[in-house]
């Protein structure tokens, strides 16, 4: 088990270096931890609270130090993460502020798109059919629409 979350961590730390500088990331892990400290006490799962901690911290951080187009490519990243880790909740959070973030914006496309499409991976993990099969073909209406068949 410690070796899963020692490479969750180093996925992490590869996304966060994709975007932050050295003394950012240094940062980050300071008032983390800090912020972790105060509820270890918890008799909810560590690992699991962990996480949800960590992405939530993470958004909150990105949406002050980046700029509106890296803060939508850090989310796809991080989305990408959290569902790799099976952590469906944080996912689809995720993936809904994507959406609220470049529904409107036309050069977004294909980023709206695929966060539809992820919507319906993480729908078809939970066995929830009708709401998968929804947001696939959500994306699917964008993908037409912006020619991209890839």
């Given amino acids: 088990m410690e070796t899963i979350h020692k490479s969750r961590g180093m996925l992490l730390r590869n996304i966060l270096e994709s975007y932050f500088s050295e003394s950012d990331i240094s940062s980050i892990s300071e008032k ?54 099976g ?21 977004l496309n294909d980023i709206t798109a695929n966060a539809y499409l992820s919507l319906g991976n993480i729908y078809s993990r939970q066995a929830k059919w009708e709401m998968s ?11 037409k629409r912006i020619k991209d068949f890839s």
């Fill in 133 to 143: 099969l929804a947001y696939i073909k959500k994306a699917n209406l964008i993908f």
């Fill in 87 to 107: 952590e469906f909740t944080s996912s689809i959070e995720i993936f809904e502020r994507i959406l609220q973030c470049s529904r409107r914006e036309r050069s």
């Fill in 32 to 85: 983390f931890l800090k912020r972790t400290a105060l509820i270890n006490d918890s008799e909810l799962d560590q690992n699991l609270l962990d996480l949800r901690l960590q992405v939530d911290f993470l958004m909150t951080y990105a949406h002050t130090r980046l700029d509106p187009t890296s803060y939508i490519r850090f989310l796809v990243h991080l989305g990408e993460f959290t569902i790799s880790a």
